[in-house]
């Protein structure tokens, strides 16, 4: 596709349940980030993906928060137990060296 | 520590030209990026600096001063539509390509 594709666009569930996210980076984009912004607050970095190197996973918040990235292209971020805290905008971005090209996020809203 | 700073918000007159701070205290430095972010969606490249100097890209301009660990984006005749957020990000040196982000700054424009 032209740009990064993440989806669902909107995602509702109840405190407890497990929730995937997925990215489609850009094709040929050797690295991938995902990130988490709260209504009005900056980006929160989570997990960046670059290649075949061991991802850099200092930004994820707790365990129940896990990223893999398949065949160095698609990625899912999963949310074990959800809280509410949780609740905010997840974004992933791709890029080639840079800049970062963002997708348009997922909404997730816990109950 | 790694730290960026910017204003939390500005207001600006349609027509104006406002100018957006940035300074950053970082371990490295390998360029400093611009993005806009309008409300409700991902973050778009505006710009991107890694020599001294000021980058001019039609009604945006970026600078930048490594000896300073400054940089500031200039609008100029300021539209409806430039109301957004304007994140600030600067790469690390290396082949760490993690950028470390602002909080960003609310740009408002009124008539």
């Known amino acids: 596709g032209a740009g990064v594709s993440q989806s669902p666009s909107n995602k509702v569930t109840e405190k407890g349940k497990d929730v995937e996210l997925r990215c489609d980076p850009i094709s040929g984009h050797t690295a991938l980030y995902w990130y988490r912004q709260s209504l009005g607050q900056g980006l929160e970095f989570l997990i960046y993906f670059q290649g075949n190197s061991a991802p850099d996973k200092s930004g994820l918040p707790s365990d129940r928060f896990s990223a893999e990235r398949t065949g160095g292209s698609v990625s899912t971020l999963t949310i074990q137990r959800t809280q509410q805290e949780d609740s905010a905008v997840y974004l992933c971005?791709?890029?080639?060296?840079?800049?970062?090209?963002f997708g348009d996020g997922t909404r997730l809203s816990i109950l | 520590g790694q730290n960026i700073d910017q204003p939390t918000e500005m207001t600006a007159t349609e027509g104006a030209i406002v100018q957006i701070n940035c300074t950053y205290q970082t371990s490295g430095f390998n360029g400093l990026f611009w993005y806009q972010q309008h409300a409700g969606e991902a973050p778009t490249f505006l710009s991107y600096?890694?020599l001294d100097g000021l980058e001019e890209k039609g009604r945006f301009s970026s600078f930048l001063s490594r000896s300073k660990g400054y940089s500031y984006l200039l609008l100029k005749e300021l539209q409806m539509k430039d109301s957004a957020s304007y994140l600030c990000a600067v790469s690390n040196a290396g082949n760490n390509r993690k950028l470390i982000w602002g909080l960003g700054t609310s740009l408002a424009v009124n008539p």
């Open positions: 600096n890694v």
């Open positions: 971005a791709s890029s080639f060296n840079q800049p970062q090209h």
